[in-house]
């Protein structure tokens, strides 16, 4: 049987940055399940060497496209001119802005299916490759699968899955691809007026390698205040789960798990979170796990590393000194 061919697209235009790292690594993981094969779609300007770092994270080939511009509509016809040429079973997009508009226009042009902002996939002999992500306003976690569909694509969540460096050493081909299109930036639309739109800065997070978890177990605001200046003092960001961020105790943006954001620090400090799967699925690829909770039967500690038994005020206050 024919290798299944696993696409990444590389949205980063100069370099492999960490969240195609992490995306490389879960194809390579399916394309263990599925007989695949892991190929990288680059298009943008770098060098050879920055290419073979895709190699590290399990890439059996890098398909590159020297060009100029990171424009949608050019990147969309390149794209499908690869595409037709050497076909695909699977797309992984990223979630950038950018890539969304970018896999839309192309699950439109192709009429294949497309599972936006996936917190998980999987390989099932039965049903094929299997899309997880979070659907009718966060209630349920959707299993989808495309029916009747060449191929099928996705956009996934940053951190849902592990940037990991594989132990086989593996031969990288780079293949240059040769658009010969003659698609100009300039002649297919006019830009009749600009919104400027606030960008939520979330670096912060998406960078630390310390998040300490807020819970409901916090009960005062005298106990999420020192948890806040450990924070500071530790160089943590600051998150919590969904009943924090409803009290209003932090804004949404810092809400982790299901409806809110996956994280993969190297230390998660829960502090009285009681361990809900709609949690766990954002905390999951955290490295290493330490939960503080009065309760020694709380499903946090299931999944932690490091159990604290105790009551969470007189923890931080020890903690902080
Ligand atoms: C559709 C849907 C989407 C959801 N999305 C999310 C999401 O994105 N993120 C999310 O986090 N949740 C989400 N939830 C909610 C989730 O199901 C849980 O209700 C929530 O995660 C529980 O938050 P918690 O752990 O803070 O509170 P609780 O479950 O109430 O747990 C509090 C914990 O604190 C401990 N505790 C109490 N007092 C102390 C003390 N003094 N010292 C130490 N420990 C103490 C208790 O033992 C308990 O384990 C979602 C739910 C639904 C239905």
């Known amino acids: 049987m024919d ?3 696993i696409w990444v697209v590389c949205d980063a235009f100069d370099h492999v940055d960490s969240f195609t790292g992490q995306l490389i690594s879960k194809a390579y ?26 190699a590290l994270y399990g ?21 499908s001119d690869i595409y037709s040429s050497i076909g695909a079973d699977v797309i992984m997009f990223t979630n950038s802005d950018f890539s969304k508009t970018l896999s839309s226009f192309f699950a439109s042009r192709f009429e294949v299916g497309l599972t936006a902002d996936c917190i998980d996939i999987c390989f099932e002999d039965e049903n094929g490759f299997v899309f997880e992500r979070a659907a009718m306003s966060d209630s349920v976690q959707a299993r989808i ?13 940053k951190n849902a899955f592990v940037e990991n460096v594989i132990n086989e050493v593996k031969e990288l081909s780079i293949r240059k691809w040769d658009y010969k299109g003659s698609f ?43 948890i806040c ?18 009290d209003g105790l932090l804004p949404k943006k810092y809400q982790v798990g299901q409806s809110g954001r996956s994280i993969a620090p190297d ?16 905390i999951r690829n955290s490295r290493q796990i330490i939960a ?23 923890f931080i206050k020890e903690f902080s000194e």
């Open 229 to 246: 200046q450990a924070g500071k003092k530790y160089n943590a960001v600051v998150v919590g789960t969904k009943c924090v961020v409803d």
């Open 29 to 54: 993981q399916l394309s263990k399940e599925s007989n695949g094969c892991v190929q990288v779609i680059f298009l943008g300007d770098t060098s050879e060497d920055e290419l073979k770092r895709c």
């Open 145 to 157: 699968i495309c029916i009747d569909s060449q191929c099928c694509t996705c956009t996934v969540k």
């Open 292 to 314: 503080v909770n009065n309760n020694e039967n709380a499903p946090i500690f299931n999944i932690a590393d490091v159990k604290i038994v105790a009551d969470v005020k007189e």
């Open 267 to 282: 230390i998660y400090i829960a502090f009285g979170i009681s361990g809900a799967n709609q949690h766990l699925v954002g």
């Open 184 to 226: 100009n930036t300039d002649d297919t639309y006019e830009v009749i007026s600009c919104v400027k739109r606030e960008i939520e800065n979330s670096a912060d997070l998406d960078n630390a390698k310390i998040v300490f978890g807020v819970g409901r177990g916090v009960k005062d605001k005298e106990t999420f205040d020192l």
């Open 3 to 5: 290798k299944r061919n």
């Open 59 to 79: 890439a059996d080939e890098v398909v590159y496209q020297h060009c100029e511009t990171k424009d949608e509509r050019l990147w969309l016809d390149i794209l």
